[in-house]
């Protein structure tokens, strides 16, 4: 038996009442409860003392003889200590708390018997393409759930016939077991929660009050959507259990790769060769755009590999509900080096070559000066 005050423990005064104790026992036993502490010895001495302290506190008889002899009084030859006979017991002055307890650990419902039951959410993954994305698509998908058996409305029952009461938890559809000071509550074994049996079950679903079927839906992706969204689509899901709502179904959206464009955001990149003779004299190239039309891009002269440019409003549109115009596109430039060169062709450009200054290949005269300089500190 703790020794330590069961005021002090439990954080009350003396004079506290029944609603007083309940809401200080109810905020320490979820502070210390060992499924919140697992593997700690520290929390579950704790959490036995304020139990102790609660339930002579919340018992008139114990708490008048505690006030009067303290601990002594539930020692040897005294009244029944904490989980003794004196007073109501320990079921009855704890059965409140532990509804509340028990509940927000397990995750369960207070109250009784569960009437019906919400059909479960569905995951639908969906591959598009960019220009899916870029235009909006309307599209038909077929989806394999459970309906609402319309022979039985959901019931389960056969013709009008009504379930009977269960005899194991009464309807309430749970069972609540007491051992020492825990007392616990969980899900009727027998109608799993539902507080009745079907005696006559429907020759159509067997008494599930669901079928089986694939439903054929219309989707609609709008324009502007990117990879990852989710698309919900309300009460589409699994139908629910005795009556219960339906579900939802949530598309998840994929984009599969292009053969020219990358998407960032909102922004397109291209990547686009051009030839050698175009990037050093400059020039005029065409580029395809996602919409299935053509740009007219002006390459100036001296133009570098991995330079961009960018074609304002080429871009991917603004997703639906959301402010603003069209992103970019960029046109990421990749000098070609001519291969399957003629005769001619490499005349032309071993004379060219010949003629070549540090004013026309500033990029490699440099390099070469800086390998130069490094090799002579090297020396040095």
Request: proline share 5%.
């Amino acid at each position: 038996m703790a020794s330590n005050d069961y005021y002090e423990t439990l954080g009350v005064d003396r004079d506290a009442g029944g609603s007083d104790l309940k809401s200080a026992y109810r905020r320490l036993a979820k502070e210390y409860h060992p499924d919140r502490n697992p593997d700690n010895a520290e929390a579950e001495a704790k959490f036995k003392e304020i139990s102790e302290a609660y339930e002579v506190l919340s018992d008139e008889q114990k708490r008048a003889a505690y006030d009067q002899m303290g601990h002594a009084a539930f020692q040897q030859g005294g009244q029944g200590g904490p989980g003794g006979g004196g007073g109501g017991g320990f079921g009855s002055s704890f059965a409140d708390v532990f509804d509340d307890l028990f509940g927000e650990f397990s995750g369960g419902r207070r109250g009784g018997r569960q009437t019906n039951t919400r059909g479960s959410d569905l995951r639908y993954n969906m591959e598009i393409t960019l220009e899916d994305a870029f235009h909006g698509r309307q599209t038909e998908i077929r989806v394999p759930t459970t309906v609402s058996c319309h022979k039985c409305n959901g019931s389960g029952s056969k013709d009008s016939s009504k379930p009977s009461t269960c005899q194991t938890c009464q309807g309430m559809g749970k069972v609540r077991s007491q051992s020492g000071f825990f007392t616990v509550e969980r899900t009727c074994p027998t109608c799993q929660g539902a507080g009745h049996v079907i005696t006559d079950p429907c020759g159509s679903c067997s008494g599930a009050g669901r079928l089986h079927k694939e439903k054929t839906l219309s989707v609609s992706i709008p324009a502007g959507v990117e990879d990852g969204t989710r698309i919900r689509l309300s009460g589409e899901g699994e139908a629910g259990l005795r009556g219960g709502s339906p579900g939802d179904l949530y598309i998840f959206l994929s984009l599969s790769p292009h053969a020219l464009f990358q998407r960032d955001g909102q922004h397109l990149y291209c990547r686009v060769p051009i030839p050698m003779t175009t990037a050093a004299l400059g020039g005029t190239i065409e580029v395809p755009t996602l919409d299935g039309g053509k740009a007219r891009v002006t390459i100036p002269d001296g133009a570098q590999t991995g330079r961009q440019f960018r074609l304002k409003g080429k871009g991917m549109p603004p997703l639906r509900g959301h402010a603003g115009s069209k992103g970019d596109m960029y046109i990421q430039a990749t000098i070609e080096t001519p291969v399957n060169l003629t005769g001619r062709q490499k005349e032309l450009l071993e004379e060219f070559d010949k003629e070549g200054t540090a004013r026309t290949n500033p990029e490699s005269e440099g390099f070469m000066a800086r390998v130069k300089e490094l090799w002579e500190e090297l020396k040095d």
